[in-house]
């Protein structure tokens, strides 16, 4: 079973996906593996960013046979052919303070912050068809989180169905 690991940035993807590769799993950055397969586009300055052929890289990890049974982790990693899609989600008040922590730019934590609040990589997975699952990271370890994968991975669905998180108590404080 292939397997998205996706999030806004910030979520704590590549700490869990760190995790769970010294737990034994197969698991895969795809930012890394777009650039050693030289998908990697022009830089946006703007947001400051590199854009990806995710239909190329699609295409890349579906052909690569070690890749079957892998944990993808990327935040494009939703967009690619898998078969279960698991979304890391945090509060955005505290997704702000990691997103500040780690020196963004202000204008990229408030992208960012939005794009969670609104459910847009929840949204985009759940879209694709796909089986699609939520863990809300904000209070929980890395070693919390990835307890909670290798639940999902050893079949939990309905503990970390879609739907069980909800911002909007806190996005409508903010007006």
Do not use: Q
């Amino acid at each position: 079973m292939r397997v998205a690991l996706s999030g806004t940035p910030g979520t704590g993807k590549t700490s869990v996906g760190e995790a769970l590769a010294r737990r034994g799993h197969t698991v895969v950055e795809v930012n890394h593996l777009a650039k050693e397969k030289g998908l990697l586009g022009r830089r946006d300055r703007r947001r400051e960013t590199r854009e990806v052929d995710t239909a190329a890289l699609d295409k890349a990890i579906s052909e690569d046979e070690r890749l079957r049974g892998a944990i993808l982790v990327g935040h494009l990693s939703h967009l690619l052919t898998v078969d279960l899609i698991v979304v890391l989600r945090c509060r955005p008040s505290v997704l702000a303070i990691r997103l500040a922590d780690r020196k963004y730019p202000e204008a990229k934590v408030k992208e960012n912050v939005e794009a969670e609040a609104l459910d847009v990589v929840l949204i985009e997975a759940a879209e694709t068809g796909r089986p699609v699952l939520e863990i809300d990271t904000t209070a929980m370890s890395v070693d919390g989180v990835v307890e909670a994968m290798e639940e999902i991975l050893a079949g939990e669905r309905e503990k970390y169905a879609i739907g069980h998180i909800d911002w909007s108590e806190e996005v409508l404080g903010w007006f």
